[in-house]
């Protein structure tokens, strides 16, 4: 049974998803988002982000952490203010000792719905089905979820080749 | 006396310095540069950089800690990684318990040179002179030196404002 924390790391909003997979079953165990103030400082923010990460690694004991790897910005100061975000949301997961897998939103989307240039509502509705939410999902933690099962399913094709391979 | 360390964050060499003063007395107390092979996945060197830091700050005991805040950097790619690098050395102080300041570029070089455009070479050489070292400096613990120093001495002018203030 492998247990994921997938992360969607924000300056502002950092989602989170939390699911346990074995073979094909997939299951919903927790997720939100984790909201700072705009308006605290830097270091305060990066630290709530990471303290509350940090709490829920403890409470849930995933055994592996994902995180959308991002390559774009829309400038030089938003991908700054990304980046540290981003750091804070890794750090908690490798000071936590577990390891933590990186997902272009490619990889996501081709995981999820089966197709990369999927939209954002594609995606969220998929992983409602996946999961069999029922709720209104929270749109930062939807997308924390799609990190997960990208990783589950990234793992699960992962050991299927190593299988193949190896007979 | 105040002990801060000074963090010129970057992602594959983050600079420290760690200083003492009171008053007008500048003391040196140790400086280097953290370095972490490019090749290694992010995770691991942000974790290297986090780690590194924690571990300075357990030996030397610096009550603040300053680090340079960036605005610009060459494009979104490594903005982002630069962000993550900030994210980790920012972490390292407050989660430790310390205050972490930022300061500009302009403010450190205004407050180590006294001129705000000022360059590289003239920072380093006037970081030598301010705290008396002989020996060849490494560029990155120069540039964390300077911000160490900047904060000693904004610190200083703040004191002495809220005291011309309070009289």
Redesign the interface.
């Known amino acids: 049974m492998t247990r994921i924390l997938g992360i969607d790391p924000g300056s502002r909003h950092t989602g989170y998803g939390i699911i346990e997979g074995e073979g094909r079953k997939i299951c919903h165990l927790a997720s939100g988002a984790i909201n700072v103030a705009g308006a605290l400082p ?3 923010r ?2 709530l982000i ?1 303290q509350q990460l940090d709490q829920l690694i403890r409470e849930w004991h995933p055994n592996q952490v994902a995180v959308e790897a ?4 829309k ?3 938003s ?10 949301a ?2 908690a ?3 936590a000792g577990l ?2 897998a ?1 997902y272009s939103a490619l990889e996501i989307k081709q995981a999820v719905v089966g197709y990369g240039r999927a939209d954002k509502s594609q995606v969220e509705q998929m992983i409602k089905v996946l999961l069999q939410l029922r709720c209104q999902l929270n749109g930062h933690a939807a997308d924390a979820l799609a990190v997960a099962v990208c990783h589950l399913n990234t793992g699960l094709s992962r050991s299927r080749w190593a299988q193949a391979t190896a007979t």
Chains 1, 2 share one sequence.
């Open positions: 830097l270091p305060k990066l630290h990471y991002v390559f774009f910005a400038n030089v100061k991908a700054l203010v990304l980046g540290q975000a981003r750091g804070a890794i750090l997961g490798v000071n390891e933590v990186e």
